[in-house]
Nanobody, 112 residues
């Protein structure tokens, strides 16, 4: 069964960190482009970070460059999003995606 399951969301103060995880089943992360999206309150869903399938090249939204890092673990078949120096505007539901497959999302709230 092809499935993406996110975890790791929560509430954190500004400046804090979280690591989101995406457990992948039904295909291998090593041969798929993987990405993280987010949708904040009243906002459109937007691309946050992506990693290509073979070379592992990463790209980031300008708003998260230097603060977020996308990575993958081939052995565990997982994708991660390390988020540092979090800001209130990072508050959103974060989704893992590969092609037309989406996870259910994990909620991140940044507030003092």
């Amino acid at each position: 069964q092809v499935q993406l399951v996110e975890s790791g969301g929560g509430s954190v103060q500004p400046g804090g960190s979280l690591r989101l995880s995406c457990a992948v089943s039904g295909f291998f992360v090593s041969v798929a482009e993987m990405s993280w999206y987010r949708q904040g309150p009243g906002k459109e869903r937007e691309l946050v970070a992506a990693i290509t399938s073979v070379s592992g090249t990463t790209t980031y939204a300008d708003s998260v460059k230097g603060r977020f890092t996308i990575s993958r673990d081939h052995a565990k078949n997982m994708v991660y999003l390390e988020m540092n120096s979090l800001k209130p505007e990072d508050t959103a539901v974060y989704y893992c995606r590969s092609a037309n497959i989406w996870g259910q999302g994990t909620r991140v709230a940044v507030s003092s």
